[in-house]
């Protein structure tokens, strides 16, 4: 398939395709033309890149992941445990962008009390 059919089938941009391929995530043929040409195959590997940038999984992560995704080594269990991670970072973000509001509204109490003191 062209490289607007696969951009088609797993709506993920013609632009984002060839980044991947330049990384050396996907690979295609090129035709006498200068066409690229996917198989089959590239379509399951470009909605596993897909859903795991949607996840916010890096593409160096995903380059780690992938060739075990493709050759089938790689487990339910191996995802569910990059997910937890993931999640744990998330939390980790939340927790630290909750004592930062907090400081804010110290801050903002701290300025109420200095605009009442002054005359």
Known sequence: MRISELSAK???SV????RY????????QRLPN?????????LKHVIFIAMSR??????PLIAEYLPRFKA???????MIDAILARV??????????QALRQKLMDHIGWFKTQARRKP
Do not use: N, P, W
């Open 10 to 12: 797993t709506q993920v």
């Open 15 to 18: 632009h984002r395709l060839r």
């Open 21 to 28: 391929e330049a990384d050396g995530l996907i690979e295609s």
């Open 34 to 42: 200068g066409y690229r040409v996917y198989d089959e195959k590239t």
């Open 54 to 59: 949607e996840m916010g999984f890096s593409l």
């Open 72 to 78: 089938g080594k790689l487990s339910a269990q191996d």
């Open 88 to 97: 744990a970072e998330i939390d980790q973000l939340i927790s630290e962008q």
